[in-house]
T-cell receptor, first 117, second 113 residues
Framework: DTGVSQDPRHKITKRGQNVTFRCDPI?????LYWYRQTLGQGPEFLTY????????KSRLLSDRFSAERPKGSFSTLEIQRTEQGDSAMYLC???????????????FGEGSRLTVL | GQQVMQIPQYQHVQEGEDFTTYCNSS?????IQWYKQRPGGHPVFLIQ?????EVKKQKRLTFQFGEAKKNSSLHITATQTTDVGTYFC?????????????FGIGTKLQVIP
């Protein structure tokens, strides 16, 4: 399968624990996005990488959230000291930049569903 | 800051009726994308509009980009039960040399057979 893969698909954790999600984008894609989606809402932007550089992080995110893309390939999203409000689907998407000023199609993974008890 | 509004949030139609969802931005966009998310699934890309006033068609789906590049619409003719899902616009801003993609709240379409 050459699509975007995310792991784990489901995570149940207790409040206060740390969790980490992994995203493997499509191999030739240099752009990687993390979004969070709750029921009835659209994907909410969390952060964006171009190659290994994290170019933007949403102001909505607290310092408990951190993301990395160390070699410009896979990415990890870590949530420290989880809270019940962190329960959501965490979506990763990748795209490639071909034309200046034109956003490439975002290819989404299946998502990692987090439940914080 | 950049905001995107999408209306309506919900739409129930009889099979065979038409459906339209609208997306409006407070600022001029670089381009706009539309996605469909089936229940339990992830967003899937439908189309990208780049030029002012652009109109694109995909079978029963018609996408329009406003002249001022601040609004867009998706129109489905003669809906079918396979059209069920949530339709999102994703507005794309040129932000300091990279493309930030912000999703609308979505329009959830129910088609009654």
């Amino acid at each position: 399968d050459t699509g975007v893969s995310q792991d784990p698909r489901h995570k149940i954790t207790k409040r206060g624990q740390n969790v980490t999600f992994r995203c493997d984008p499509i191999s030739e894609h240099n752009r990687l996005y993390w979004y969070r989606q709750t029921l009835g809402q659209g994907p909410e932007f969390l952060t964006y990488f171009q190659n290994e550089a994290q170019l933007e992080k949403s102001r909505l995110l607290s310092d408990r959230f951190s993301a990395e893309r160390p070699k410009g390939s896979f990415s990890t999203l870590e949530i420290q000291r989880t809270e019940q409000g962190d329960s959501a689907m965490y979506l990763c998407a990748s795209s490639s930049s071909r034309l200046a000023g034109v956003t490439g199609e975002l290819f989404f993974g299946e998502g990692s569903r987090l439940t914080v008890l | 800051g950049q905001q995107v509004m999408q209306i309506p949030q919900y739409q129930h139609v009889q099979e065979g009726e038409d459906f339209t969802t609208y997306c409006n931005s407070s600022t001029t966009l670089s381009n706009i994308q539309w996605y469909k998310q089936r229940p339990g699934g992830h967003p899937v890309f439908l189309i990208q509009l780049v030029k002012s006033g652009e109109v694109k068609k995909q079978k029963r789906l018609t996408f329009q980009f406003g002249e001022a590049k601040k609004n867009s619409s998706l129109h489905i003719t003669a809906t079918q039960t396979t059209d069920v899902g949530t339709y999102f616009c994703a507005v794309c801003f040129d932000s300091g040399g990279y493309q930030k993609v912000t999703f609308g709240i979505g329009t959830k379409l129910q088609v009654i057979p």
